[in-house]
């Protein structure tokens, strides 16, 4: 069963923005943090940005200033408006949440990735 689905990556000109959309499955019972990762070829995944169930929010150096993570609790879904996008942004943008389900203990649990290309 798919409980995390990203959506609104695609290729984007060097200094344009795009936001990545994370729907979380309604089966979650509650959701403790939301963070989205990247990975890029031949690189390790990363952290990008983190939301808390409270609303904290956090930000890798490297996107401060530019990406915005937010949450709409009433759509169950979490965004990431990324702006001012840099050649090096290009890689999978993952959405990754700390949940729990009706009879399991909390997990994390992953979606399946949208595809971010920054280039002229």
């Not at 939301?34 to 390790?44: E, F, H, I, M, T």
């Not at 939301?51 to 990431?80: C, H, M, P, Q």
């Not at 999978?92 to 990735?113: F, H, I, M, S, T």
Request: charged fraction near 20%; hydrophobic fraction near 35%; proline fraction near 3%.
């Amino acid at each position: 069963q798919v409980h995390l689905v990203e959506s609104g990556g695609g290729l984007v000109q060097p200094g344009g923005s795009l936001r990545l959309s994370c729907a979380a499955s309604r089966s979650f019972l509650s959701i403790n943090y939301v963070g989205w990762y990247r990975r890029a070829p031949g690189k390790q995944r990363e952290l990008v940005a983190i939301i808390t169930n409270g609303g904290s929010t956090n930000y890798a150096d490297f996107v401060k200033g530019r990406f915005t993570i937010s949450r709409d609790n009433a759509k169950n879904t979490v965004y990431l408006q990324m702006n001012s996008l840099k050649p090096e942004d290009t890689a999978v943008y993952l959405c990754n949440a700390e949940a729990k389900l009706r009879g399991y203990p909390w997990e994390g649990y992953w979606g399946q990735g949208t595809q971010v290309t920054v280039s002229s």
